[in-house]
Structures are given as structure tokens and as C-alpha cells.
């Protein structure tokens, strides 16, 4: 069984320029989250799709970042503008349901110069 | 307010020796609580989990154990090798309807040959 798919592995950006993330989740996996991990801490989820409506984006700083899983399969992540404190690894989950074991992908590292 | 205590930030244990990682969770309806292995580079990966409704768990050299009425609950590593050197992290579901999971902070292990 394939995994999670992530891209880019790595950015680096200005802070204020915009940037994008690419997940796929495990094939049939109806549950799709985003985390920000920061180094040294555990990760925070962002957001959380089931099939492509949103049902959790409460810690989602929603002036700068969005998100969307247009088919239900694949989600971005955008960040617009970037600040300096964006940088961290950006981590892509999936569950066959809300509740269901996470599984989770090898993240974009995002660096904000 | 949602929160997962995680100690202790790090263990630095001899290859053969036991391992153990607590966490405390402050949510009563907190009903699944998984833990993660992340290797350096890497996405957190699954390595077992625990429900409600059971006390313990084991999986071969692994085991956790839920004290629901203390909002408790630990993974034990037996027999340590230098591949288990990582970092982990509990987590436990919050919120009501589509829950989420809360993260602990992490425990760097160190397992020397």
C-alpha cells in the first residue's frame, strides 16, 4: 500500500512571497489533515478535511494560509504572505475516518529567509 | 484548555534496558490515544495504539497502558536496540464530533550499544 505523498520535500522562501504544498493520502482514505510541526515540538493540526468539506480549521490562521481538497483525494496548503514564524515542517495525515488511525507522510520543510 | 504533558524530554538508556514515556491528557472524553515514532527526516509513524475501552496493549517489545480515572497513560519500550533511538509522541483525542488528536511535546531516546 502506497503512502502518503508529499511535495516539494524542501522550500525555501522570503518572508512575504507565497508558497504551496502538495498532499495525496493513502488511496480511499476519506480523512485528510495538515499539521505545522515547529522543531522541538510535537505537531499542531491546522486543519481537517473529511472528503472535501472542512470540519475543523479552527487553528488555522486564516489571513494568511488556506487550504482545499477540491475532489476529495488530493489537498493543497498555501501560505500567503509568509512570516518568519511559518518555518517548520508542514505534515500531511490520512484516515480511512474521523477517528481512525492517522498516517502520516514525510512532510515539506519550509524555511521562511 | 486542550493539553497532552509528555515526559521526559529525553532518555538516554544502555541497548537491552526498558524504556518508559508518560503522558497526562486534561480532556475526560479523550477515548483514543496513539503513539508515534519519528526518525530523523521522517513523518511520524504509528507504532501502536490504545482505546477506552482496554487498560493495556502489547505489541511484542511495545506496550501502553491507559489509567482513564488519573487522565494517564505510558508506552513501554523492553529489550531496547539502537534502531528504537528516536523521538516519540503520544497523543489523545479531544473535541466532540470529529475529534482531533492533541500532541504531546516529544521524548528524544537514546539507546546506546
Known amino acids: 500500500e502506497a503512502g502518503v505523498a508529499q511535495s516539494p520535500r524542501y522550500k525555501i522562501i522570503e518572508k512575504r512571497q507565497s508558497v504551496a504544498f502538495w498532499c495525496n493520502p493513502i488511496s480511499g482514505h476519506a480523512t485528510l489533515y495538515w499539521y505545522q510541526q515547529i522543531l522541538g515540538q510535537g505537531p499542531k493540526l491546522l486543519i481537517q478535511?473529511?472528503?472535501?468539506?472542512?470540519?475543523?480549521d479552527s487553528q488555522l490562521p486564516k489571513d494568511r494560509f488556506s487550504a482545499e481538497r477540491l475532489k476529495g483525494v488530493d489537498s493543497t496548503l498555501k501560505i500567503q504572505p509568509a512570516k518568519l514564524e511559518d518555518s517548520a515542517v508542514y505534515l500531511c495525515a490520512s484516515s480511512f475516518g474521523v477517528s481512525q488511525p492517522q498516517h502520516f507522510g514525510d512532510g515539506t520543510r519550509l524555511s521562511i529567509l | 484548555g486542550e493539553n497532552v504533558e509528555q515526559h521526559p524530554s529525553t532518555l538516554s538508556v544502555q541497548e537491552g534496558d526498558s524504556a518508559v514515556i508518560k503522558c497526562t491528557y486534561s480532556d475526560s472524553a479523550s477515548n483514543y490515544f496513539p503513539w508515534y515514532k519519528q526518525e530523523l527526516g521522517k513523518g511520524p509513524q504509528l507504532i501502536i495504539d490504545i482505546r477506552s475501552n482496554v487498560g493495556e496493549k502489547k505489541d511484542q517489545r511495545i506496550a501502553v497502558t491507559l489509567n482513564k480515572t488519573a487522565k494517564h497513560f505510558s508506552l513501554h519500550i523492553t529489550e531496547t536496540q539502537p534502531e528504537d533511538s528516536a523521538v516519540y509522541f503520544c497523543?489523545?483525542?479531544?473535541?466532540?464530533?470529529?475529534?482531533?488528536?492533541?500532541f504531546g511535546t516529544g521524548t528524544r531516546l537514546l539507546v546506546s550499544p
Open positions: 478535511f473529511q472528503n472535501n468539506g472542512v470540519v475543523d
Open positions: 497523543a489523545a483525542s479531544m473535541g466532540t464530533g470529529f475529534q482531533k488528536l492533541v
